[in-house]
């Protein structure tokens, strides 16, 4: 069954530090997501992306993210200057179409520990 | 209010036990719901739609009552393996397909 794939499983960095979260979604899929799910919290929203354009983003999903599909594979999120409060785990996600009864296929996630 | 709320649990049930899990939620333009599941460190997979109608998946059963705003999951005969987290998911639509989590209720099922 295809799926979703991140990279790397883990990561951890300093403070103040860019990082960049990689995923190949599944090979059909054109939307692709990015949610994050801080410990011990609820999954959150934060972009949404079709035809190399932001579709949608929520308030956490600030100047200091960016998305992009640098190739016809990967889907990138890259925090530029890390928080603190920015560790939680980052999960990928995509869908074959553009509506609310589609599924969205989750990645197995990047845990991000800034220190 | 939070936009979808959800028991924090956790229910510790006997295999065979049936376990309800409900969920309300605050915006009545909302379009779509599902039941996600998340196991321990792990992503969040779907379990099922939730349609108006209701609907079922073998032991799993969801009910959606738009007028409440109110989603439930029954689990019959609860196996060890369905020891979770199970998500509530709501999909507004109107052209915003984010999904919006509840904060999930843990489900342990003892042997």
């Known amino acids: 069954e295809p799926e979703v794939t991140q990279t790397p499983s883990h990561q951890v960095t300093q403070m103040g530090q860019e990082v960049i979260l990689r995923c190949v979604p599944i090979s059909n899929h054109l939307y692709f997501y990015w949610y994050r799910q801080i410990l011990g919290q609820k999954v959150e929203f934060l972009v949404s992306f079709y035809n190399n354009e932001i579709s949608e983003k929520s308030e956490i999903f600030d100047d200091q993210f960016s998305v992009e599909r640098p190739d016809g594979s990967n889907f990138t999120l890259k925090i530029r200057s890390t928080k603190l409060e920015d560790s939680a785990m980052y999960f990928c996600?995509?869908?074959?179409?553009?509506?609310?009864?589609?599924?969205?296929?989750f990645g197995p996630g990047t845990r991000l520990l800034v220190l | 209010r939070k936009e979808v709320e959800q028991d924090p649990g956790p229910f510790n049930v006997p295999e065979g036990a049936t376990v309800a899990f409900n969920c309300t939620y605050s915006?009545?333009?909302?379009?779509?719901f599902f039941w996600y599941r998340q196991d321990c460190r792990k992503e969040p997979k779907l379990l099922m739609s939730?349609?108006?109608s209701g609907n079922e998946d073998g032991r799993f059963t969801a009910q959606l009552n738009r007028a409440s705003q109110y989603i439930s999951l029954l689990i019959r005969d609860s196996k060890l393996s369905d020891s979770a987290t199970y998500l509530c998911?709501?999909?507004?639509?109107?052209?915003?397909?984010?999904?919006?989590f509840g904060s999930g209720t843990r489900l342990l099922v003892r042997p």
């Open positions: 939730v349609y108006s």
């Open positions: 996600a995509s869908s074959e179409n553009w509506s609310d009864q589609e599924t969205q296929y």
């Open positions: 915006n009545s333009a909302s379009q779509s």
């Open positions: 998911v709501v999909n507004i639509g109107d052209s915003s397909y984010k999904l919006i």
